[in-house]
């Protein structure tokens, strides 16, 4: 016989050797860890407290508001067309220049409108002199109808005066009567006198509306002569040019578009469900990618009445300051909506069950509402081997995803038991979980 152990004895050995701290490690792990530390080896027994992971009370909102995509756009876009035909002359401005509202940006062609100017402006000077003209016949009518007033007046002096020489005897009665007859035909002379004042004064009327005709026509050319220089309506940036010079432009072709910076909108479309929750007048953020590390306050502006028939959303149009400037036109803008309600105190719903409260079974789904207005909340004081836990009552709000608003009875930065691995009453010590807060 040999003096060795065999082959097979031999491994087995070893491998008992190698394997046994792994083996006594064993206790490790079916140990609960209290304070991030294994009890020490001293201890007498097992830990009965319950071992509890702690929270820390926080306010939020139980749902992130949802984000929307659109491009930034000129608050106002302004398109300068021509209000007359003619040859576009010169433009004054490029694309991306700064406009200032009545500052000239394009001219056209005149030569022609000068030209039907001068033209009105001499026929408005003959008919001016045929004005004076028919106000001299006027004169002339006046002076004949005084004279004719003298002559009548001598002819009843003559008349009168024959009247009684014929009764005296002193001329015939033939005499008398032919002094009666010329003071009648004085008489007449005199009407027609004024009546040809009546019509010189009709002429001069009908010369003088001719003249306020004419005077028409030349502000009218003199107006359309004006609409060759095209001026900037606002204040803003050039955003393109329509046309060049050289090109012959007709009435109501576009010259320039120009865009009014001074503050941008928004175009975005959010679903139907949502829209309930927005008013103009509320406030909104918005992120833009051309400026990752900025977001910028904006306010909604109109709420279109009608929604899109194929996707069932509605168009919202939300602007945003820009005094300096800024911000250009379509860069890529994202959209979030501040809430209306101001962010609560949030737990989690295993926390209620910790308390004791079963919670709501369909806490998962969106805004449901709690099944108890109330519920116990088990918040925890001291540290180490001294903490303990004590019931609070606390008012439930609505629930979502899992969490569940406390209205009252918890307080931003308390702790509280979030998950326990035992029952839980008031006054009971603790072992804190080491992924406690």
């Given at each position: 016989m040999?003096?060795?152990?065999p082959?097979?004895w031999?491994?087995t050995i070893?491998s008992?050797f190698l394997?046994s701290?792994?083996l006594?490690?064993?206790n490790?792990?079916?140990?609960t860890?209290?304070?991030?530390?294994p009890?020490s080896?001293?201890?007498?027994?097992?830990?009965t407290k319950?071992?509890?992971?702690v929270?820390?009370?926080?306010?939020?909102?139980?749902?992130?508001?949802l984000?929307y995509?659109?491009?930034?756009e000129?608050?106002?876009?302004?398109?300068l067309?021509?209000?007359?035909?003619?040859r576009?002359?010169?433009?004054n401005v490029d694309?991306?220049?700064?406009v200032k509202q009545?500052q000239?940006?394009?001219?056209?062609?005149?030569?022609?409108?000068v030209t039907?100017?001068i033209e009105?402006?001499?026929?408005l000077?003959?008919?001016?002199s045929?004005v004076?003209?028919?106000?001299a016949?006027v004169g002339?009518?006046e002076a004949?109808a005084e004279q004719?007033?003298?002559?009548?007046?001598?002819?009843?002096v003559?008349?009168g005066r024959?009247e009684?020489?014929?009764?005296?005897?002193?001329v015939?009665k033939q005499?008398?009567?032919?002094?009666?007859?010329?003071?009648a035909?004085?008489q007449?002379n005199?009407?027609?006198?004024i009546?040809?004042?009546?019509?010189?004064e009709?002429r001069?009327?009908?010369?003088q509306?001719?003249v306020?005709a004419?005077?028409a026509?030349?502000?009218?050319n003199?107006?359309r002569?004006s609409?060759?220089?095209?001026?900037?309506?606002i204040?803003g940036v050039v955003?393109?040019?329509?046309?060049q010079?050289?090109?012959?432009?007709?009435?109501?072709?576009e010259?320039?578009?120009?865009g009014?910076f001074s503050?941008v909108?928004v175009l975005?479309?959010v679903?139907?469900?949502?829209?309930?929750?927005?008013q103009?007048?509320?406030?909104?953020?918005?992120?833009?990618d051309?400026f990752?590390?900025n977001?910028f306050p904006g306010?909604?502006?109109?709420?279109s009445?009608a929604?899109?028939?194929?996707?069932l959303?509605?168009?919202i149009e939300i602007?945003i300051?820009?005094?300096?400037?800024r911000?250009?036109?379509g860069?890529?803008?994202r959209v979030s909506f501040?809430?209306?309600?101001p962010p609560q105190?949030?737990?989690?719903?295993?926390?209620?069950?910790?308390?004791g409260?079963e919670?709501?079974k369909g806490?998962?789904?969106?805004g449901?509402?709690?099944q108890?207005?109330?519920?116990?909340?088990f918040?925890?004081?001291?540290?180490?081997?001294?903490?303990?836990?004590?019931a609070r009552l606390v008012q439930?709000g609505?629930r979502?995803?899992?969490?569940v608003?406390?209205?009252?009875?918890l307080?931003?930065?308390e702790?509280f038991?979030a998950r326990?691995?035992?029952?839980?009453?008031?006054?009971?010590?603790?072992?804190?979980?080491?992924?406690?807060d």
């Open positions: 040999h003096s060795y152990y082959s097979a031999v491994a070893i008992v394997l701290p792994y006594s490690g064993c490790v792990f079916s140990q860890k209290t304070e991030g530390k009890e080896p001293g201890a007498k027994g097992k830990d319950p071992a509890v992971e929270a820390i009370a926080k306010t939020g909102l139980l749902q992130e508001p984000e995509t659109g491009k930034t000129p608050v106002k876009e302004v398109s067309r021509a209000q007359i035909e003619g576009l002359l010169k433009l694309i991306g220049d700064a009545g000239i940006l394009a001219q056209l062609d005149d030569t022609l409108l039907a100017v009105e402006k001499a026929k000077a003959a008919l001016e045929e004076a003209q028919a106000k016949q002339n009518a004949k004719a007033r003298l002559e009548l007046a001598q002819a009843k003559d008349a024959m009684s020489l014929w009764k005296g005897g002193a015939s005499q008398a009567e032919l002094a009666k007859t010329a003071a035909t004085a007449q005199l009407a027609a006198t009546k040809q004042i009546s019509t010189e009709e001069v009327v009908a010369a509306k001719r306020n004419q005077k026509v030349i502000a009218r003199q107006e002569q609409y060759t220089l095209l001026a900037s309506p204040n955003l393109a040019r329509v046309t010079p050289g090109n012959l432009i007709s009435p109501g072709s010259v320039l578009k120009l009014d503050s909108k975005v479309e679903s139907e469900l949502e829209i309930s929750k927005l103009i007048g509320q406030s909104a953020t918005v992120r833009l051309a990752a590390n977001s306010q909604i502006a109109r709420i009445p929604a899109n028939s194929q996707a959303k509605v168009p602007t300051p820009n005094s300096n400037s911000i250009g036109s860069l890529l803008a501040t809430s209306p309600t105190v949030l737990i989690p719903e295993t926390a209620l069950a910790a308390g409260e919670g709501n806490g998962g789904e969106k449901s509402n709690s108890s207005k109330s519920g116990t909340v918040v925890v004081t001291g540290k180490g081997s001294e903490a303990k836990v004590t439930l609505e979502n995803n899992n969490k608003e406390i209205r009252s009875g307080q931003p930065g702790k038991v326990t691995s035992g029952a839980l009453k008031d006054g009971d010590s603790v072992r804190l979980s080491i992924i406690s």
